[in-house]
């Protein structure tokens, strides 16, 4: 079973600031990697997928990379509605299933 | 534009099964995707729960996989969870989702309802 772990489990940032999340899996999972935003009370949102493709509708302040087992979300310059938790995804073929990492959660410093 | 919506009881009695239907709507269930179920316990991350296709073909997570049916009813567009022998730790928000490619990405989730586990 592949496991995933993100750090830092908290970022304190300010808006305008760049904040970097990591996504680290425990072998490699090849580019099947996607982030989700997560704010209180809301179902999880797709902001990338396969690693480094932004979903319909994300603004180009969030960026994805990496591939194997290690991978960044980057979100270029912080805005008031981007401070979520935000959780990396893989696929694993086999046994066929999705895990995700335990979650980052940005805040406001 | 994709919509889920799951319904079913908010409340289910230990060892007692919880049941949860998922209805698709502005997307045909046989076009493609797989569906699934994803829950979320109070203040604690995402854990997938499993995914069916449209032809019947199951994926469930392991660690529940004893416990868990997944079925699909093209006819209704829509998609049901079972979960049997429930406890207090199967307390959650349970979410509905469309899984593009077997999970390379989750591209469509239910707002989420929220069961809880109590006699």
């Known amino acids: 079973e592949i496991v995933l772990t993100q750090s830092p489990a908290t970022l304190s940032l300010s808006p305008g600031e760049r904040a970097t999340l990591s996504c680290r899996a425990s072998q490699s999972v090849s580019s099947y990697l996607a982030w989700y935003q997560q704010k209180p009370g809301q179902a999880p949102r797709l902001l990338i997928y396969?690693?480094?493709n932004r979903a319909t509708g994300i603004p180009a302040r969030f960026s994805g990379s990496g591939s194997g087992t290690d991978f960044t979300l980057t979100i270029s310059s912080l805005e008031p509605e981007d401070f979520a938790v935000y959780y990396c995804?893989?696929?694993?073929?086999?046994?066929?299933?999705?895990?995700f990492g335990p979650g980052t959660k940005v805040d406001i410093k | 534009q994709v919509q889920l919506q799951e319904s079913g009881p908010g409340l289910v009695k230990p060892s007692e099964t919880l049941s949860l239907t998922c209805a698709v709507s502005?997307?045909?269930?046989?076009?493609?995707?797989?569906w699934g179920w994803i829950r979320q316990p109070p203040g604690k991350g995402l854990e997938w729960i499993g995914s069916?296709?449209?032809?019947?073909?199951?994926y469930y997570n392991p660690s529940l996989k004893s416990r868990v049916t997944i079925s699909v009813d093209t006819s209704k567009n829509q998609f049901s969870l079972k979960l049997s022998s429930v406890t207090a730790a199967d307390t959650a928000v349970y979410y509905c989702?469309?899984?593009?490619?077997?999970?390379?990405?989750?591209?469509?989730w239910g707002q989420g309802t929220l069961v809880t586990v109590s006699s």
């Open positions: 995804q893989q696929r694993s073929n086999w046994p066929p299933g999705i895990t």
């Open positions: 989702a469309g899984i593009a490619a077997a999970g390379n990405s989750i591209d469509y």
């Open positions: 396969d690693a480094s």
């Open positions: 502005g997307y045909s269930i046989s076009s493609g995707y797989y």
């Open positions: 069916i296709y449209h032809s019947g073909s199951t």
